[in-house]
């Protein structure tokens, strides 16, 4: 009887492994925090617009007037690292971003506004 079993199972047995090492291999992506991200000042929001392995900040005053820094950033273990050297530490819960900095902790949350659409002049790029 257990002869009847083996041929199946040593067919679906690496079935089995390469379906499982499939959501292994995707879950860290997965986490990446890809999106458009904003937070609220009192007359202005910031947007982070991650799209790895860019990260464009985007600042939108109450009048539309904009500002975007792109910078070029690498996602490593809960942090974004850019390339000259700072780190930001990232937690995500559902669609909250907190963004820790050197000095500040910052809360986004997700949008589905793209900033570049807000601004009501020609937007400078630093």
Same mark, same amino acid.
């Given at each position: 009887?257990?002869?009847?079993?083996? =041929?199946?199972?040593?067919?679906?047995?690496?079935? !089995?492994?390469?379906?499982?090492?499939?959501?292994?291999?995707? =879950?860290?992506?997965?986490? #990446?925090?890809? /999106?458009?991200?904003?937070?609220?000042?009192?007359?202005?929001?910031? *947007?982070? &617009?991650? #799209?790895?392995?860019?990260?464009?900040?985007?600042?939108?005053? &109450?009048? /539309?007037?904009? !500002?975007?820094?792109?910078?070029?950033?690498?996602?490593?273990?809960?942090?974004?690292?850019?390339? =000259? /050297?700072? $780190?930001?530490?990232?937690?995500?819960?559902?669609?909250?971003?907190?963004?820790?900095? =050197? &000095?500040?902790?910052?809360? *986004?949350? $997700?949008?589905?506004?793209?900033? $570049? #659409?807000?601004?009501?002049? #020609?937007?400078?790029?630093?």
């Amino acid at each position: 009887m257990s002869q009847r079993f083996s =041929a199946p199972l040593k067919v679906a047995l690496p079935l !089995l492994l390469c379906l499982a090492s499939t959501f292994f291999i995707a =879950a860290p992506a997965a986490a #990446q925090p890809d /999106g458009t991200w904003a937070h609220r000042f009192e007359d202005h929001t910031v *947007y982070l &617009d991650i #799209q790895l392995p860019m990260l464009s900040v985007w600042r939108v005053s &109450d009048r /539309g007037e904009c !500002l975007m820094m792109p910078s070029r950033v690498r996602w490593q273990e809960e942090t974004l690292l850019h390339s =000259a /050297g700072t $780190r930001w530490t990232l937690t995500r819960s559902d669609d909250t971003l907190t963004v820790s900095l =050197a &000095d500040t902790t910052l809360q *986004y949350r $997700r949008t589905s506004i793209t900033p $570049r #659409q807000e601004c009501n002049t #020609q937007s400078q790029e630093i």
